[in-house]
C-alpha cells in the first residue's frame, strides 16, 4: 500500500515550456486535490476533484489544467511555465464522503519545480 | 472564501516546556480543522484534528481545542522533544476543501 505518489520528485522547465505532474493513490479515495506551497505562503489550493469525472478550480487555479484520468489519478498540467509557477507541488487524497463533511487528506511526496 | 491566521510564525520553547499555536478562521461554516506536521524536505502528516462538534481533544502528549464562538483554534503540545522541531500548519475545512494557515516553524532547544 504505497498511499499517494507522486512523479517526478524534481523537474527544471524553461519559461514557455509545458510539463505534466502525475499524481496516484491506492487507497481508493473518491477526493483528490493539488496544492502548491510557497515560502511563508503555505498551501494554497490549486485544483481539487471531488469524485471521478468531476473537477473544480480552488484558491490560484491561473496557469494550471487538470484532468481526473481514473478513480486513481489526477494530473496537473502546466501548459506555458513560468517563473512565479516555481514551486513545491502536493497531490492530496481523502475519502470524499459527499456529505460535505471534511475526511483526512493524505499527502504526496511532493514535487519541486524550478521555471528558469 | 475561508481565511486562517496562524501565529505565531516562529517558536523557540526549551526542551520538556509546552508549545502553543493558535490560528483563527473566518468561515463560520467551517467544520474540521487538522493540524499538520511537516519535516524538512517531507510531506505534510496529519497529527491531530477536531470537529466542530467538539470543543477539545487531546493524544498523548499533543491536544487541540476549538472555540466556535470566537472562531479559533490552537495546538497545544506539552513535554516537549527533539523530535517535535518542524513546522506546523492549521487548517479549517468548508465543503471538503482545507484553507491552510502560514506555518510555524517550531524549534525545540535541547
Known amino acids: 500500500n504505497a498511499g499517494v505518489t507522486q512523479t517526478p520528485k524534481f523537474q527544471v522547465l524553461k519559461t514557455g515550456q509545458s510539463m505534466t505532474l502525475q499524481c496516484a493513490q491506492d487507497?481508493?479515495?473518491?477526493?483528490m486535490y493539488w496544492y502548491r506551497q510557497d515560502p511563508g505562503m503555505g498551501l494554497r489550493l490549486i485544483y481539487y476533484?471531488?469524485?471521478?469525472?468531476?473537477?473544480d478550480k480552488g484558491e490560484v487555479p491561473n496557469g494550471y489544467n487538470v484532468s481526473r484520468l481514473n478513480k486513481r489519478e489526477f494530473s496537473l498540467r502546466l501548459e506555458s511555465a513560468a517563473p512565479s509557477q516555481t514551486s513545491v507541488y502536493f497531490c492530496?487524497?481523502?475519502?470524499?464522503?459527499?456529505?460535505?463533511?471534511?475526511?483526512?487528506?493524505?499527502f504526496g511526496p511532493g514535487t519541486r519545480l524550478l521555471v528558469l | 472564501g475561508e481565511n486562517v491566521e496562524q501565529h505565531p510564525s516562529t517558536l523557540s520553547v526549551q526542551e520538556g516546556d509546552s508549545a502553543v499555536i493558535k490560528c483563527t478562521y473566518s468561515?463560520?461554516?467551517?467544520?474540521?480543522f487538522p493540524w499538520y506536521k511537516q519535516e524538512l524536505g517531507k510531506r505534510p502528516q496529519l497529527i491531530i484534528d477536531?470537529?466542530?462538534?467538539?470543543g477539545e481533544k487531546k493524544d498523548q502528549r499533543i491536544a487541540v481545542t476549538l472555540n466556535k464562538t470566537a472562531k479559533h483554534f490552537s495546538l497545544h503540545i506539552t513535554e516537549t522533544q527533539p523530535e517535535d522541531s518542524a513546522v506546523y500548519f492549521c487548517?479549517?475545512?468548508?465543503?471538503?476543501?482545507?484553507?491552510f494557515g502560514t506555518g510555524t516553524r517550531l524549534t525545540i532547544i535541547p
Open positions: 492530496a487524497s481523502s475519502e470524499g464522503s459527499g456529505s460535505g463533511n471534511q475526511e483526512t487528506q493524505y
Open positions: 487507497m481508493n479515495h473518491n477526493s
Open positions: 476533484s471531488a469524485s471521478e469525472g468531476t473537477t
Open positions: 468561515d463560520s461554516a467551517s467544520n474540521y
Open positions: 477536531i470537529r466542530s462538534n467538539v
Open positions: 487548517a479549517a475545512s468548508v465543503y471538503e476543501k482545507l484553507t
